[in-house]
């Protein structure tokens, strides 16, 4: 599986940005896909996931704030991000994860960089 991630750019506080990630080489319905950030020097953290089904999962951070989504016909997942704050500054990266009877495996977009200014 391979995943393109856009959307990153510079933005104000308040402001709003929606990431966008292309998935290839796999059946895309079938995937359970998210989006991580990471700052430098620190652990890369979860902001949201959403299963094959169309459930969904938002860290504390993100919840009210962000909504993702996903389009399964256009192979994309995407990431509505409002009422931005310069701690949501980070590198955002597409998570797509297949999930095996013992186990799962997990492959990553190239990351796209978010950065809000106060």
């Known amino acids: 599986v391979q995943l393109q991630a856009s959307g990153g750019g510079s933005v104000q506080a308040g402001g709003s940005l929606r990431l966008s990630c292309v998935a290839s080489?796999?059946?895309?319905?079938?995937?359970?896909m998210g989006w991580y950030r990471q700052v430098p020097g620190k652990q890369r953290e979860l902001v949201a996931t959403?299963?094959?089904?169309?459930?969904?999962n938002y860290a504390d951070s993100a919840k009210g704030r962000f909504t993702i989504s996903r389009d399964n016909a256009e192979n994309t997942v995407y990431l509505q991000m409002s009422s931005l704050k310069p701690e949501d500054t980070a590198v955002y990266y597409c998570?797509?994860?297949?999930?095996?009877?013992?186990?799962?495996?997990?492959?990553w977009g190239q990351g796209t960089l978010v950065t809000v200014s106060s």
């Open positions: 998570n797509a994860r297949i999930r095996f009877r013992v186990g799962v495996q997990d492959y």
């Open positions: 080489g796999g059946t895309f319905s079938s995937l359970d």
């Open positions: 959403i299963s094959s089904d169309g459930s969904t």
